[in-house]
């Protein structure tokens, strides 16, 4: 096939932005004065490599930058993609930036052969705390639009994926100026996209006000400038109004008790539907929903004109407890318990205690069903620096006791040898002195017999011990005839 010079609306390059130069050189004749060129690679000065052990040859955003000057591209938009560029989970924009409370969205993965000196998402938030512009030049990956002529605004702002989640859950998130667009990812997850419809449909027959609306196959969700309901209990925490945000838990707890509590199912609840092991005193006063709405916690509500209105809620189980959704609320917002401990807070949504053990048990369940084995694996096995460290100094006082228990069996066993030896030394020693003295015996015995044959009286008596043997033997032959 033919290549024209000028034939091509688009250009795409990925992965090895250094060691491609040239090429890409080369191609760029190829586009249209009209086109775009497209460039996604790794950070050469990531946060990544700052935070792993190991060098990717890539550029930097100057080094690129400076290339697409030299070639005249003069236009262009930059995503900031996390974790990286091979299995991006979020892309940031300038119009949206990344930020503590969407932090946890990059859920960062490493190889086997690496060591994880630092925890990226720690790194992350003080960079941003310090100079939120550093994250334009320290972001993980790039994926840049270019073009030599004004680029149309397509009012992206952000981009989420969810890799994280099993192929029939998978879907992406698109922020653009007044709405956030949830879409399917694959055929497969367009039933996803419908159960959330109804998720929406049942919280309207409640009257359970929500932000999201089902529209052409993805959910439309207008966006809120307001701050989410953890960060307001926080706030209220943190300027000494612990009392206001008590309070405002309390009316949390009445509002989903008021419309979720159903008392009418007499079926399987969850607990007994994962055959999850728990007493039955603990788990029967509690307040059961048929329709368990299990992720309307704090995260995933505001407060607004003094009503409480809900956003993103994917998932539901029959008979869940509402005490459940209770905890998870109070499970997931970060840094509740340096204010409100767990005591507390069960006091106030009369949660008994006995069950919290039963609670994460179908928390981990839940989880389990949505998550990829795969990705959850290699993101769950990261171990950092510091953690291998710990790992080996267990590993090293492990040792350190086996050593010593084998040095105390081996003391024990010299101990017992030298007490063996000590005894036949002794056993020895005795039996020397028997010897010696059977030896004195004997040479007492020599002695008489060397004085007997000695003495005149056995001269004497010589001739006469012949005669008696001459007899005995004439005796002897006689006999034998």
């Given at each position: 096939?033919?290549v024209?010079?000028?034939?091509?609306?688009?250009?795409?390059?990925?992965?090895?932005?250094?060691?491609?130069?040239?090429?890409?050189?080369?191609?760029?004749?190829?586009?249209?004065?009209?086109?775009?060129?497209?460039?996604a690679?790794?950070?050469?000065?990531?946060?990544?490599n700052?935070?792993?052990?190991?060098?990717?040859?890539?550029?930097s955003?100057?080094?690129?930058?400076?290339f697409?000057d030299?070639?005249?591209?003069?236009?262009?938009?930059?995503?900031?993609?996390?974790?990286?560029?091979?299995?991006?989970?979020v892309?940031?924009?300038?119009?949206?930036?990344?930020?503590k409370?969407?932090?946890?969205?990059?859920?960062?993965?490493?190889?086997?052969?690496?060591?994880?000196?630092?925890?990226?998402?720690?790194?992350?938030?003080?960079?941003?705390?310090?100079?939120?512009?550093?994250?334009?030049?320290?972001?993980?990956?790039?994926?840049?639009?270019?073009?030599r002529?004004?680029?149309?605004?397509?009012?992206?702002?952000?981009?989420?994926?969810?890799?994280?989640?099993?192929?029939k859950?998978?879907?992406?998130?698109?922020?653009?100026?007044?709405?956030?667009y949830?879409?399917?990812?694959?055929e497969?997850?367009?039933?996803?996209?419908?159960?959330?419809?109804?998720?929406?449909?049942?919280?309207?027959?409640?009257?359970?006000?929500?932000?999201?609306?089902?529209e052409n196959?993805?959910?439309?969700?207008?966006?809120?400038?307001?701050?989410?309901?953890?960060?307001?209990?926080?706030?209220?925490?943190?300027?000494?109004?612990?009392?206001?945000?008590?309070?405002?838990?309390?009316?949390?707890?009445?509002?989903?008790?008021?419309?979720?509590?159903?008392?009418?199912?007499?079926?399987k609840?969850?607990?007994?539907?994962?055959?999850?092991?728990?007493?039955?005193?603990?788990?029967?006063?509690?307040?059961?929903t048929?329709y368990?709405?299990?992720?309307?916690?704090?995260?995933?509500?505001?407060?607004?004109?003094?009503?409480?209105v809900?956003?993103?809620?994917?998932w539901?189980?029959e008979n869940?407890?509402?005490?459940?959704?209770l905890?998870?609320?109070?499970?997931?917002?970060?840094?509740i318990?340096?204010?409100?401990?767990?005591?507390?807070f069960?006091?106030l949504?009369?949660?008994?205690?006995n069950?919290?053990?039963?609670?994460?048990?179908?928390?981990?369940?839940?989880?389990?069903?949505?998550?990829?084995?795969?990705?959850?694996?290699?993101?769950?096995?990261?171990?950092?620096?510091?953690?291998?460290?710990?790992?080996?100094?267990?590993k090293?006082?492990?040792?350190?006791?086996?050593?010593?228990?084998?040095?105390?069996?081996?003391?024990?066993?010299?101990?017992?040898?030298?007490?063996?030896?000590?005894?036949l030394?002794?056993?020895?020693?005795?039996?020397?002195?028997?010897?010696?003295?059977k030896?004195?015996?004997?040479?007492?015995?020599?002695?008489?017999?060397?004085?007997?044959?000695?003495?005149?009286?056995?001269?004497?008596?010589?001739?006469l011990?012949?005669?008696?043997?001459?007899?005995?033997?004439?005796?002897?032959?006689?006999?034998?005839?």
């Open positions: 096939m033919n024209l010079i000028g034939e091509y609306d688009y250009l795409l390059f990925i992965g090895d932005i250094e060691n491609n130069i040239n090429k890409i050189k080369d191609h760029i004749q190829f586009l249209k004065e009209t086109g775009k060129l497209l460039l690679f790794n950070n050469g000065i990531s946060i990544r700052i935070c792993v052990d190991k060098e990717e040859s890539s550029f955003r100057r080094e690129i930058e400076r697409l030299d070639n005249n591209f003069k236009f262009r938009k930059f995503y900031y993609a996390f974790p990286k560029i091979d299995a991006t989970n892309l940031y924009t300038d119009d949206f930036p990344i930020s409370e969407n932090l946890s969205r990059n859920i960062y993965l490493y190889e086997n052969n690496e060591v994880v000196l630092k925890n990226e998402n720690t790194i992350v938030g003080e960079i941003i705390k310090k100079d939120q512009s550093l994250v334009k030049y320290l972001a993980n990956a790039f994926f840049i639009e270019c073009s002529n004004e680029i149309q605004n397509d009012k992206i702002k952000f981009v989420s994926y969810t890799n994280m989640r099993k192929s859950y998978r879907v992406r998130t698109i922020i653009k100026s007044k709405y956030a949830k879409t399917p990812i694959n497969e997850s367009k039933n996803h996209i419908q159960e959330i419809q109804k998720n929406i449909e049942y919280m309207n027959s409640l009257g359970i006000n929500t932000v999201d609306a089902f196959m993805q959910i439309k969700s207008e966006l809120i400038s307001s701050k989410t309901l953890d960060c307001d209990i926080i706030y209220l925490c943190q300027v000494g109004k612990k009392t206001e945000a008590l309070n405002l838990i309390q009316k949390f707890y009445d509002f989903l008790v008021e419309k979720l509590y159903d008392n009418s199912n007499n079926g609840n969850v607990f007994q539907e994962y055959d999850i092991q728990c007493e039955n005193q603990d788990t029967e006063c509690l307040h059961y048929k368990g709405l299990w992720d309307l916690i704090f995260q995933n509500a505001f407060m607004i004109n003094n009503e409480f809900f956003f993103d809620q994917e539901y189980k869940i407890p509402i005490e459940f959704i905890y998870r609320a109070y499970k997931y917002t970060a840094k318990s340096q204010y409100i401990d767990l005591d507390e069960c006091s949504c009369k949660i008994n205690k069950v919290i053990n039963t609670f994460n048990q179908l928390d981990n369940i839940l989880q389990n069903e949505i998550r990829s084995e795969v990705i959850w694996k290699i993101h769950s096995s990261c171990k950092s620096y510091n953690q291998i460290i710990e790992s080996m100094s267990q090293s006082e492990q040792l350190n006791d086996n050593i010593s228990t084998m040095s105390d069996d081996f003391k024990r066993l010299l101990n017992e040898k030298d007490a063996r030896i000590k005894f030394e002794e056993n020895i020693e005795n039996d020397c002195q028997i010897i010696k003295e030896e004195i015996q004997l040479a007492n015995k020599d002695n008489e017999i060397m004085l007997i044959q000695n003495s005149k009286s056995w001269k004497l008596t010589k001739p011990r012949k005669i008696e043997k001459m007899l005995k033997r004439g005796k002897s032959n006689e006999n034998k005839r």
